[in-house]
């Protein structure tokens, strides 16, 4: 459990620390490796790690979104 844990922390921080808007999503992948889950809707694509999810449009990072904010691909209206 703590294993778990401390990977959902590290990652976290490490999104948090070195991702930057405007980075592509190969970018993204390069710097952090496969994301833990992904979502593809019209309105973007979204990328887990940790407890953030990077949002992307038009496969540039648009935003960072902790995962209390996440409500799914389609509902864009608290972004």
């Known amino acids: 459990m703590n294993k778990i844990l401390n990977r959902i922390n590290t990652e976290t921080y490490n999104v948090r620390n070195k991702i930057s808007l405007g980075m592509t999503s ?3 992948i390069q710097l952090m490796g496969l994301p833990n889950s992904t979502s593809n809707c019209a309105e973007g694509l979204f990328y887990n790690y940790g407890k953030v999810w990077v949002v992307f449009k038009e496969k540039i990072a648009y935003t960072l979104l ?4 996440y409500r799914g691909p389609c509902y864009i209206s608290s972004y």
């Open 66 to 69: 902790d995962h209390s904010s």
């Open 26 to 28: 190969n970018e993204v």
